[in-house]
């Protein structure tokens, strides 16, 4: 698969490692609307987006046209919620830059207990305190609860989730429709874990 990356892409070059490691990506090039592609990635609203490539994928929401949105740390706990054949409950997610909140959220070590703030019923967001994001994903099944838990470094993390998006998008390209990582959640979870990032089952807190 031929990928090109708008040359805005933020963590352009951390992407870039991760889909050059991966071997269904055959050629890695920067945005020329001259090239042949087979998906792009960008921000939605990204001027790389208007030159009508056959398949982008963004970590934002969604664009006019076929194409893969929400690759991102939020992309990988509904993707996760999918495998685990369960309903998704509640995302915990710390990361750099969030402001603190009254609600405790208890996030893996190094990053620990943080206050955040409950954005939806289902989401709440908490400052990491260093460059680490931590995500907690609280899952119910029809037997037992299952919760998930990623602590990486917070760029890396999220070129990970974006390149996955990219590395996924191989099997569903050519349906040229309008897809979230939940769609693909299988391939989406397996190229999160196979550039590195750790996703580990733990007990929810009782």
Known sequence: MKVTLSRKTPLLQRVARVLAADPVITTVSYWDSRNDTDVTVAYADDEATRGAPRFVVTADDYLDGPGMSNC?????ARALSRVAGGQLKHISWAKPGTSRGPNPVHFPSPVGLRYGTNVTTSLTMAPAGS???SLVVDIDTASV??????VDDAEYMAAVCWAAGVIAAAQVFESQQRLTPIDVAEPYVRACQAAGLVIARQEPAS
């Open 72 to 76: 991102s740390p939020l992309g990988l």
């Open 131 to 133: 460059a680490l994001s």
């Open 145 to 150: 609860p299952i919760q998930y838990a990623v």
